[in-house]
């Protein structure tokens, strides 16, 4: 058994100390009013008892909670109070350093919790350090100064989860469409460099990972491109490559008929078009943001985003490019090749694609052959969406973050606007602290819910304040050159958290175990989903109170809880301990999911879940868990037709792993030691070596690929199957 210091480093449970800290409190005390031996060793005895119990590592805090608790069982009372006033007195001294010690645990890459917070990020990177380093002084001065001491203590406490604030210190927003197309179209600066409008397909796809390296920088969630926005670019690259074959053929004294030039300017153009998505893949994937990870990236693919045509032709033939790219993967450090995280894809289902026959069905097999091999791209469905979008179709920003539907907000040819628009941050509820907070009396659980929702708007609203009065300055490359807006230096970005052109999020978190606390039943059973539903839509009303009330576009937003999940278990446990079915696991579900451990076949819960995603207009996600999908298309097309005609954006869960010891390329398992901590293991060789293997899981809507805490990890370890 493992235990956290409070440093982060991971290390084994040692009872003596324990023993040895219970010791010394019993002395301090009159001998009358003293422990037994027999007594301090049945505190022994049940703390290791209650330790195993939990099944995960416990941090120093929670085991001196525990050691208090058994203190007062003895009815050792006074030996409690000089325990207690001890650790008092050391937390005054720790208070004064704390973040110093979380900083040197960092540099001696030793702090296991930081290890697992992002599945993305690798710690023992310099540049990763210096990013987490900030971090603890943002999230530091984000605690002390910046956020009234009730939000800090409910963020501490579990109740809530105030997103980021490693980054709140600094005046930065969330997530973002980029509005690729008129950086491209129209130049944009990049570094004090004017870039001008590229006169090539390659060129253009340059630039555009050049710009989402530079906005990564300048925010600190994800972002999505379009592939339309590059497209109209191999028409320009077309028409080069004709006048160049016509030159070089009229200088060999060789008739230049317009079919023999057409010929061969298309196979330059297809040459070029490999060029300019391997540009885009591989530029991504090694590009280093200053927060020392690759550019949370979405690509969009969506053919009727630009007319019918030479340019949708062109379209398809870059999409196609970008799934046979994605397909063969990339090599590892072992020249192996093997699944990316980023950039994530998605493939927008619709009438023109989506049946057997249908004009671009093509590309629909490339891209189930695709997401069985690469776990991408995920499915919008163009049907679905616009019921649910007022007709419109269009990307996330980021994961599964999305924009509501602004008819205000247009483009200068009064088309809906949606590139350029961004998220100004996220705020989370933990709805099952609420139920059990409630006890199960259902009056009591609507007060606490309405509480905890305004502690929630407060923390929003202080989120938004903080980006008010931010000049465009910050980041010229968002605000000044194109990718969120064209202000004028030393211009404020306050008319854009108005009215629509952004959103601010309302996270919510565990409706699965909220339910089946309040109800007895899980909320599938036809007797508990109403009480879900009614859940869902009292987060929408408050939502749009708020609204109505600032005329800021509050959205309910489905959180993909990543290191969160792990908090909030921990959390629960110690406020309301272990609850069968409610706080029994070390991570609590995402958003509006079934429970990972549920039986249930693929269609049934994308058809269940379809309804809540209706109920999340600022974010949702769907996913279906399955095996190696690869020698079966036909599962995953038809998987991918029930997508198009039921639920708005659903990915399928498949496994990609490979071990650097053995070569085996098949699923590596999760196994536990001898301490109950949770492990990676290739099946084959039995290598649990991390740094010797390649493991790719979706865990929030992205590829994680840095392995994740314990929580998560239990998560992953007790999915079950849908197909």
């Keep these: 058994m493992k235990i956290i210091k409070r440093s982060g480093q991971e290390v084994s449970y040692d009872i003596s100390k324990i023993i040895a800290a219970v010791r010394k409190a019993n002395e301090s005390v009159v001998e009358a009013e003293r422990m037994t031996d027999r007594q301090i060793d049945v505190i022994a005895d049940n703390m290791l008892r209650n330790c195993e119990k939990i099944n995960r590592s416990l941090t120093v805090e929670e085991i001196q909670d525990m050691v208090e608790n058994e203190i007062m069982n003895q009815r050792a009372f006074a030996v409690a109070?000089?325990?207690?006033?001890?650790?008092?007195?050391?937390?005054?001294?720790?208070?004064?350093?704390?973040?110093?010690?979380?900083?040197?645990?960092?540099?001696?890459?030793?702090?296991?919790?930081?290890?697992?917070?992002?599945?993305?990020?690798?710690?023992?990177?310099?540049?990763?350090?210096?990013?987490?380093?900030?971090?603890?002084?943002?999230?530091?001065?984000?605690?002390?100064?910046?956020?009234?001491?009730?939000?800090?203590?409910?963020?501490?406490?579990?109740?809530?989860?105030?997103?980021?604030?490693?980054?709140?210190?600094?005046?930065?927003?969330?997530?973002?469409?980029?509005?690729?197309?008129?950086?491209?179209?129209?130049?944009?600066?990049?570094?004090?460099?004017?870039?001008?409008?590229?006169?090539?397909?390659?060129?253009?796809?340059?630039?555009?990972?050049?710009a989402i390296a530079q906005i990564a920088s300048s925010q600190y969630g994800g972002q999505s491109i379009s592939l339309s926005h590059l497209a109209p670019f191999v028409q320009i690259s077309r028409e080069k490559f004709r006048r160049e074959v016509r030159a070089e053929l009229e200088e060999a004294g060789v008739e230049a008929s317009d079919e023999k030039v057409n010929q061969i300017a298309e196979r330059r153009v297809k040459e070029e078009i490999n060029r300019g998505i391997q540009i885009i893949q591989y530029q991504v994937i090694t590009l280093m943001t200053t927060n020392g990870q690759a550019p949370f990236i979405t690509v969009f693919m969506y053919l009727d985003e630009v007319p019918e045509g030479q340019t949708r032709d062109d379209l398809a033939a870059v999409i196609e490019e970008m799934l046979n790219q994605r397909i063969k993967g990339v090599k590892n450090e072992k020249g192996v090749y093997i699944t990316p995280a980023f950039p994530k894809l998605i493939y927008v289902l619709d009438e023109d694609n989506i049946t057997e026959g249908s004009k671009y069905w093509y590309l629909t097999q490339l891209a189930a052959k695709c997401t069985a091999k690469r776990m991408v791209p995920d499915y919008i469905s163009a049907k679905v969406m616009k019921e649910l979008k007022g007709g419109n179709v269009y990307t996330c920003m980021g994961c599964r973050s999305f924009l509501t539907y602004e008819p205000e907000q247009k483009n200068e040819d009064g088309t809906p606007k949606f590139y350029g628009r961004f998220n100004q941050g996220v705020v989370t509820l933990n709805l099952v602290d609420i139920a059990c907070s409630s006890g199960g009396d259902k009056d009591k659980f609507w007060q606490i819910f309405d509480e905890r929702l305004e502690l929630c708007h407060r923390a929003l609203m202080i989120r938004h304040n903080r980006l008010k009065g931010t000049p465009s300055d910050v980041a010229p490359i968002l605000w000044q050159n194109g990718a969120l807006a064209r202000l004028k230096k030393g211009e404020l970005i306050d008319k854009l958290l108005y009215g629509g052109y952004s959103t601010i999020s309302l996270g919510y978190a565990g409706l699965c175990e909220c339910t089946r606390y309040m109800t007895g039943k899980s909320h599938t059973d036809p007797m508990a989903t109403p009480f879900a539903l009614e859940v869902m839509q009292h987060l929408n009303d408050a939502c749009k109170k708020w609204r109505a009330e600032s005329n800021i576009a509050f959205s309910l937003y489905g959180t993909p809880l990543e290191s969160t999940t792990y908090k909030f278990a921990k959390a629960l446990q110690k406020r309301f301990g272990i609850i069968t079915g409610v706080t029994d696991k070390n991570y609590i579900t995402n958003s509006y999911h079934v429970h990972v451990t549920e039986e249930i076949d693929a269609f049934t819960k994308l058809k269940f879940e379809s309804q809540f995603q209706a109920l999340s207009p600022g974010g949702a996600i769907s996913y279906v868990e399955v095996p190696n999908m690869q020698q079966n298309l036909d599962a995953v097309l038809s998987v991918m037709q029930y997508i198009y005609d039921n639920i708005m954006y659903a990915e399928l869960n498949t496994k990609s792993d490979y071990c650097q010891v053995c070569g085996y390329d098949g699923e590596i398992k999760i196994v536990t030691d001898t301490d109950g901590k949770l492990l990676w293991e290739c099946p084959n060789c039995k290598n649990r070596d991390q740094d010797k293997m390649n493991v790719a899981r979706r865990t929030c809507g992205y590829i994680g690929t840095q392995f994740w805490n314990q929580g998560r990890t239990q998560e992953i370890k007790e999915r079950v199957l849908h197909l």
């Design 81 to 210: 109070r000089s325990y207690i006033t001890y650790r008092y007195k050391r937390a005054l001294v720790r208070k004064s350093n704390s973040t110093d010690q979380q900083i040197l645990s960092l540099l001696e890459c030793n702090n296991e919790e930081v290890k697992q917070e992002n599945s993305n990020k690798n710690p023992t990177v310099n540049s990763v350090q210096r990013d987490y380093m900030a971090g603890e002084v943002s999230k530091d001065i984000t605690k002390r100064f910046l956020l009234p001491p009730d939000i800090v203590e409910a963020h501490e406490k579990g109740l809530i989860h105030f997103h980021d604030a490693d980054y709140f210190a600094q005046h930065m927003h969330n997530c973002c469409l980029v509005n690729l197309e008129d950086m491209l179209q129209n130049g944009t600066v990049i570094s004090e460099t004017m870039i001008e409008k590229p006169h090539s397909f390659s060129t253009a796809c340059n630039v555009a990972t050049q």
